[in-house]
């Protein structure tokens, strides 16, 4: 499988439709108004801990939903283009 291949190529070839939850469907609107956000301002604009945050992050970069840039000296969160 080569590194082009999209998480729905892979969803698609399981054979398994990806719902996302709601706190999933929350980060991606914020995400969405901002434009871009700190993984700190992220987890208090949704009252999360960051262990919490963290782990809902690395699940929706893994299915191209969001993707970190660096922006100066500052990481930020943004959806994937």
């Known amino acids: 499988m080569c590194e082009k291949e999209s998480w729905d190529t892979l ?3 399981s054979g398994k439709e990806v719902v996302l939850t ?3 469907k929350d980060i991606l609107a ?3 108004k901002t ?3 700190e993984l700190e301002s992220l987890a ?3 009252g999360l801990q960051l262990s919490e945050l963290q782990r809902e992050i690395a699940t929706l970069r893994h299915m191209e939903k969001l993707k970190a840039a660096m ?3 500052k990481k930020v969160f943004r959806l994937w283009e």
């Open 11 to 13: 969803k698609s070839m």
């Open 22 to 24: 709601k706190l999933q």
């Open 30 to 32: 914020v995400l969405e």
């Open 35 to 37: 434009k871009g956000i």
């Open 44 to 46: 208090e604009k949704l």
């Open 71 to 73: 922006e100066g000296d």
